[in-house]
């Protein structure tokens, strides 16, 4: 009992000192399973959330249809990105214009080639995906899959809801990794989005797929995202953040051959006979890309649950904006092109206009997955979202030795601690 009072005591002062060893003006959150030994748990609780503004609705008020209530995710918000997107309502920078009025219960745009978020309405509200978690899929296997590699299709990959978006492949047909990328961006094909994820899984197939999906969320730093499917059909556990979705789809658009394969805007898919004799071409069903002036492309998405749910990229005078968007209503206005006005609103904003920031984490896979050997410490406090660190520039980062120290206690803690406030005053010449 003893030595729990004394660990709570030290996690409190570390906890206390946080802002002055990290540069920040806000205390960490404890980490799971320290938060127990802390007397107040209050006190420690993720950063407080900014004042409350509504975003731009429609009038009147679009009715929304009634459906099951939406998965609630047993994860801590946080502050991601800057304190301003913590946030269920409206996130822009001061004397910026009003956003346009939109149907999406969340969403974010975001610059490109900064990783500025331009603003934001509720970014880190828990949402539904639908099939733009196929960019999740893209950014998880794109890097590793040869596109020249052919693949044998299975009964297992034409396993899914029948009736939803399909490319079209057919039992025992052969097919190039390429194609399926296609199919899947082009067609929203869940037949590609189960054999991509089968591919990648290796030897533990799907299921290993989808663990790797959720390691490569975890990679970007994409903490409230987690896959329950590939193709982004409704499943247990499956909710992801327009935030989140900011993050994968900047990670593709990265990527010249995502580039290329979202901006395709017809493809043929090859012939497979007796059933597809003569092949058949398959079109982008992402309208953005048909009508609006520097489309770079992106995803779009809709079930019942989820509702609308779109991601785009455009590109105007060098500078490329991102959307997000989810829970949206197809009246007034279509998903697509909710996401445009909110793209026109960013880019009528300066150029140096900022409310927060995209996380930057370059993703490594040099070393194992997680599927493949246990976490440590640091790696299971950061992947439950603990301990946001606002260094001086107001932006959210963790700290993997503070992680550590918390984590850790004990003589452990005192040392790594020192060690990081060591680095901290090296850093700023001290």
């Known amino acids: 009992m003893a030595r729990s009072r004394s660990a709570a005591a030290l996690v409190s002062a570390l906890l206390a000192v946080s802002p002055l060893l990290t540069g920040g003006t806000t205390p960490l959150a404890a980490p799971a399973g320290v938060a127990a030994l802390v007397p107040h748990p209050g006190q420690v609780a993720v950063a407080a959330r900014a004042p409350h503004r509504p975003c731009p609705e429609p009038s009147p008020a679009v009715p929304r249809p009634s459906h099951p209530a939406r998965p609630t995710p047993d994860a801590t918000q946080g502050a991601v990105g800057g304190p301003a997107l913590a946030t269920a309502g409206l ?11 939109v149907t999406a219960t969340s969403w974010v ?11 934001a309405c509720g970014p880190h509200e828990y949402g539904v995906p639908a099939s733009v978690q196929k960019l999740l899929l893209a950014a998880a296997f794109m890097p590793d899959l040869k596109p020249e590699q052919k693949v044998r299709v299975t009964a297992g990959d034409l396993d899914f809801e029948p009736g939803s978006s399909a490319m079209g492949l057919v039992l025992d047909g052969e097919y190039t990794v390429e194609t399926l990328w296609l199919g899947l961006l082009l067609n929203s094909g869940n037949d590609a989005a189960n054999t991509l994820a089968r591919l990648g899984g290796g030897p533990d197939g799907l299921a290993g797929g989808l663990r790797e999906m959720n390691a490569e969320a975890r990679r970007l730093g994409a903490y409230q995202t987690h896959a329950a499917t590939p193709s982004g059909l409704d499943g247990p556990g499956q909710y992801t953040s327009a935030y989140d979705l900011a993050l994968i789809a900047r990670a593709c658009f990265a990527r010249e051959d995502f580039r290329r394969y979202a901006s395709t805007r017809e493809a043929q898919v090859p012939a497979q006979p007796p059933a597809h004799a003569r092949g058949f071409a398959m079109f982008n069903d992402n309208q953005l890309l048909f009508k609006y002036p520097g489309a770079l492309g992106g995803k779009t998405g809709y079930t019942d649950l989820a509702r609308h749910s779109f991601v785009g990229a455009a590109e105007r005078d ?12 197809n009246q007034p206005q279509a998903g697509w092109q909710q996401g445009a006005a909110l793209l026109d609103w960013g880019f009528g904003l300066r150029p140096d206009t900022a409310v927060g920031r995209l996380v930057d984490r370059t993703p490594d896979r040099s070393t194992a997955s997680p599927a493949a050997a246990a976490p440590s410490a640091v790696a299971r406090a950061a992947a439950e979202g603990a301990a946001e ?3 001086a520039g107001g932006t959210g ?3 993997p030795l503070l992680l550590a120290a918390l984590a ?7 040392v790594l601690l020192f060690a990081l406030v060591r680095r901290r005053r090296a850093r700023r010449g001290m």
Do not use: H, Q
């Not at 996130?91 to 009025?101: L, N, V, Y």
């Not at 060098?318 to 209503?329: K, P």
């Not at 850790?408 to 005192?414: E, I, R, S, V």
């Open 389 to 391: 660190v606002r260094p």
């Open 408 to 414: 850790g206690g004990g003589l452990a803690a005192l």
């Open 91 to 101: 996130a822009t920078a001061p004397g910026t214009p009003t956003p346009p009025p």
């Open 318 to 329: 060098g500078r490329r904006l991102l959307v997000t968007l989810l829970g949206a209503e």
């Open 397 to 399: 980062e963790r700290s």
């Open 109 to 119: 745009v975001a610059d490109l080639n900064t990783g500025a978020v331009l603003g």
